[in-house]
């Protein structure tokens, strides 16, 4: 893989390097923050009813047979399958039309159909609709996600120093931890505070309707965030040759190809986080549903500070050992944490969600800029939204599924890090596979 063409127009200059942020540069990454923390507050609560509610509800004729939990696990990944869809239509608007006017439409997209699914009747109320219905939002969810990413970290990215990239970009993935938290926490005050019943029966529905909130918020800050720099530039000297997309494939797919894969890793550790280990923990060890919410908590701060502190030191040390040292973490813990997972006491879960985010934000953090200097201006928005497309189905989508039926095979939770450690070592080898050359390249051409 070599660096970027030639083009035959004189680049325009990179933002310039300065120890202060513009007024710009901070409502940029204020727009991408919000953007990604809507998105992921509202796949985290879908992960956490996955765990804890769906299955009865909604694939009642199942009962209580683990048939039924695999399924609710399955719908999860269903809507990975269409993220590289909506990755290829935002990509496409976004390098032809703009950055911004894509993640407004993807904002409200994934909004809407969080809300409905809190509106949703249940099986017992309309059938066999009621799971089908289902799965239509969570597509819909898919298409708006497979876009949201993208455009969010190249607005973040674009508008960085060249010698910040790193942490100008880590902005819109501490809104995977911060939405964590966020739902994490609308979960626990839920689980804690209602009975039992009182949840199974309307109280879960309540943080998907309340992401309306989120999203008119969230649409307030991007509406005054100004077009990417690099996007203006590119405008200015494009010729209406090729369409963005048939370039992005003719020329460019082994790139597409590598940044999925330097995903998958990250991504399907992420989701043992994000839902599994609360499933597995109450519904398997007797865990208290709260204690597991505390514990996932504790681990989304953990992660959050760690995100930070990860994109700036890849500004300093660079992209590709930034992730190498993630996912070489990742892949030790994956087996023997299992064994501390097993002891089903509160102590125990949070200090292997904790050390698990020690190599989950190394290995997610310089995300952004590594896709962004991978990929030439003309492409970059199909490129970084198609490869992480890509990478969420390689990687989380069906990680939560693949996790139980190891379990309901084997009886060991062991063979779930065996599979985790596999996962994360393919990636290491893909991101030690870009050439450093990349790295704090001219994003303009």
Same mark, same amino acid.
């Given at each position: 893989m070599s660096t970027h063409p030639?083009?035959?127009?004189?680049?325009?200059?990179?933002?310039?390097?300065?120890?202060?942020?513009?007024?710009?540069?901070?409502?940029?990454?204020?727009?991408?923050?919000?953007?990604?923390?809507?998105?992921?507050?509202?796949?985290?609560?879908?992960?956490?009813?996955?765990?804890?509610?769906?299955?009865?509800?909604?694939?009642?004729?199942?009962?209580?047979?683990p048939l039924a939990q695999?399924?609710?696990?399955?719908?999860?990944?269903i809507s990975f399958l269409f993220r590289p869809l909506g990755a290829v239509i935002a990509g496409h608007l976004g390098d032809r039309y703009g950055r911004k006017m894509v993640l407004v439409v993807t904002l409200f997209g994934m909004g809407v159909a969080t809300a409905l699914i809190g509106l949703l009747p249940t099986y017992e109320t309309i059938g066999v609709l009621a799971p089908l219905l289902l799965i239509l939002l969570r597509i819909m969810q898919g298409l708006s996600a497979g876009g949201e990413w993208g455009g969010a970290a190249l607005m973040a990215?674009?508008?960085?120093?060249?010698?910040?990239?790193?942490?100008?970009?880590?902005?819109?993935?501490?809104?995977?931890? &911060? *939405?964590?938290?966020?739902?994490? @926490?609308?979960?626990?005050? =839920?689980?804690? #505070?209602? +009975?039992?019943?009182a949840f199974?029966?309307?109280?879960?529905?309540?943080?998907?309707?309340?992401s309306v909130v989120l999203i008119l918020v969230g649409y307030l800050i991007r509406r005054a965030v100004d077009e990417s720099p690099v996007f203006l530039e590119l405008q200015k000297r494009r010729k209406e040759a090729s369409t963005p997309l048939a370039n992005l494939f003719r020329h460019h797919w082994r790139r597409v190809l590598l940044a999925a894969l330097i995903f998958a890793?990250?991504?399907?550790?992420?989701?043992?986080?994000?839902?599994?280990?609360?499933?597995?923990?109450?519904?398997? &060890? *007797?865990?208290?549903?709260?204690? @597991?919410?505390?514990?996932? =908590?504790?681990? #989304?701060? +953990?992660?959050?500070v760690l995100t930070i502190w990860s994109g700036r030191i890849s500004d300093r040390i660079g992209?590709?050992?930034?992730?190498?040292?993630?996912?070489?973490?990742?892949?030790?813990?994956?087996?023997?944490?299992?064994?501390?997972?097993?002891k089903g006491?509160?102590?125990?879960?949070?200090?292997?969600?904790?050390?698990?985010t020690v190599g989950l934000a190394p290995s997610y953090a310089p995300q952004p800029a590594l896709y962004a200097e991978m990929f030439p201006a003309e492409v970059r928005y199909?490129?970084?939204?198609?490869?992480?497309?890509?990478?969420?189905?390689?990687?989380?989508?069906?990680?939560?599924?693949?996790?139980?039926?190891?379990?309901d095979s084997t009886g060991k939770t062991w063979t779930i890090g065996v599979y985790l450690a596999a996962i994360a070592l393919v990636s290491a080898v893909a991101v030690w596979s870009v050439p450093k050359s990349v790295e704090k390249s001219d994003l303009n051409v």
């Open positions: 030639p083009t035959s127009a004189p680049p325009s200059s990179p933002p310039p390097t300065s120890s202060r942020q513009t007024p710009e540069q901070k409502r940029v990454l204020a727009g991408t923050l919000v953007g990604t923390t809507i998105e992921w507050y509202d796949f985290f609560i879908y992960a956490q009813a996955a765990a804890f509610v769906f299955a009865p509800l909604f694939f009642a004729p199942l009962g209580d047979s695999v399924i609710a696990w399955a719908t999860i990944g990215v674009e508008h960085a120093p060249r010698d910040k990239r790193g942490m100008f970009g880590s902005y819109p993935q501490i809104g995977v931890p &911060l *939405g964590l938290i966020l739902a994490s @926490t609308f979960m626990f005050l =839920l689980t804690s #505070g209602l +009975s039992d019943e199974q029966s309307w109280g879960w529905r309540i943080p998907f309707v309340s890793g990250n991504n399907a550790a992420g989701y043992m986080i994000i839902a599994f280990f609360s499933s597995y923990s109450s519904n398997a &060890l *007797g865990m208290d549903k709260s204690h @597991t919410l505390v514990a996932t =908590l504790i681990g #989304g701060v +953990s992660w959050l992209r590709r050992q930034t992730f190498i040292i993630g996912y070489l973490l990742i892949a030790v813990w994956a087996v023997p944490m299992w064994f501390f997972v097993d006491e509160l102590l125990w879960l949070v200090l292997v969600i904790v050390v698990l199909s490129g970084t939204s198609i490869g992480y497309a890509l990478g969420s189905i390689l990687g989380g989508a069906f990680a939560p599924m693949i996790a139980q039926l190891l379990l």
